[in-house]
């Protein structure tokens, strides 16, 4: 249904004469949300008995209650896109009950797509005719968590079909405050890679998303997502799917906080890895900051990652892709880092996706343009 609509609303975004469309994140045929053409949001909500309510999306919108007791407030124009918004009363946040919930901010929360214009958002819509792949909930075993835990797997569309070939593996991590099913839902990861792979600009690959919170067993306060990955998944990975399960058919990427993490595997395991994407996050070198102290002190470079970037020329040779993207609207920062690793001999491709920030948009152009350039 979720993706229905998005067709739905890309169908009713090409006709002049409607002024608003429903967000297609709403549950059913709930009208609301709306977006308007300008990018603002209605939000109507039914609560006779509520005092006051508020529409949280970025900043607090009061909303106005009519004598049926309907609440309605129109947001500032939003930039296109996916964005998560909650509702307030007497000091307690709740979701919206018009439309679905997803895992974000840390907890099931409410979200309103903008729409771009249909032609923008082609590559992460589901078309006709074209090979789907399967997106599976597997349950695995970690020994280092010392728990039973659960990761999505995307297996491309013919992987039944052909018991004989095996396919190169790309790990995919959420940010900060979601989980191992966003970039599913929120994300369109296997609707990306299935228009892809249908239009010859990708090739078939296998995703495996996993949480990034880990934590030794019985220690909750330690963090064990890089073991984890290394001891558990992957190993679980080979031995379950059919993969090429060597570093030339590895990849690692992930945005914001999982952008940090795909580094740390990327770079820290120079074995198991040679395909890397950060989206929306920074190689951190020495002290964090915009600009990273760390980048133009050459012996913390150097020594960074057990020395990775220490002789270009190898990393260079041994490394097929570093990958650097992030919004328009996150600022240049990104930009500056990708400049650095050049300035240091470190070859890099840096993308930015057009007017968007930190969300989910950013995220599904970056994955578009990263897989593109995958296992060739």
């Known amino acids: 249904m979720r993706r229905l609509t998005i067709l739905l609303c890309a169908v009713l975004w090409s006709g002049a004469a409607l002024a608003q469309t429903p967000s297609p994140t709403n549950l059913g045929r709930n009208p609301y949300p709306q977006v308007g053409k300008d990018g603002r949001v209605t939000f109507r909500v039914s609560a006779p008995d509520a005092p006051a ?12 209650k009519d004598d049926k007791g309907v609440w309605t407030a129109t947001t500032d124009p939003q930039v296109e896109g996916f964005h998560y918004y909650s509702l307030k009363a007497g000091g307690l946040s709740f979701n919206d009950p018009n439309v679905h919930s997803f895992f974000g901010t840390g907890r099931w929360a409410s979200a309103v797509e903008v729409p771009e214009a249909p032609a923008g958002a082609a590559f992460y819509t589901p078309r006709r005719g074209v090979p789907q792949g399967a997106v599976r909930s597997v349950r695995y075993w970690s020994g280092v968590c010392g728990q039973w835990r659960r990761m999505y797997v995307y297996t491309p569309a013919g992987y ?13 991590q ?14 369109f990861a296997d609707v990306i890679l299935d228009n892809l792979v249908a239009e010859g600009k990708a090739e ?6 996993v949480s990034g919170v880990a934590h030794p067993a019985g220690d909750p306060a330690a963090d064990a997502f890089d073991r984890m990955v290394v001891e558990d998944v992957i190993p679980f990975v080979d031995a379950r799917y059919r993969t090429l399960a060597d570093r030339d058919h590895r990849a690692v990427a992930g945005l914001s906080w999982g952008a940090k993490q795909a580094y740390d595997l990327g770079l820290g395991y120079r074995d198991l890895f040679s395909w890397i994407g950060g989206f929306s996050g920074i190689i951190v070198i020495g002290e964090f900051r915009v600009r990273p102290a760390g980048y133009e002190d050459p012996e913390k470079f150097a020594a960074a990652y057990d020395g990775v970037f220490a002789d270009p020329k190898w990393f260079n040779e041994h490394y097929h892709l570093l990958f650097v993207a992030n919004g328009e609207a996150e600022g240049s920062h990104l930009k500056g880092m990708s400049e650095l690793l050049t300035q240091r001999g470190i070859d890099n491709v840096f993308y ?15 994955l578009y343009q990263f897989a593109q350039r995958l296992f060739k």
């Open 53 to 64: 309510l508020t529409v949280n999306l970025g900043k607090d919108y009061p909303m106005t």
């Open 160 to 172: 039944e079909q052909d018991a004989s070939r095996r396919y190169p593996v790309l790990y995919l």
């Open 174 to 187: 959420h940010g900060g405050g979601e989980d191992e099913s966003g970039w599913i839902y929120q994300g």
């Open 204 to 209: 078939p690959m296998i995703i495996v998303m």
């Open 352 to 366: 930015q996706s057009p007017r968007t920030a930190h969300e989910w948009l950013t995220w599904r152009r970056c």
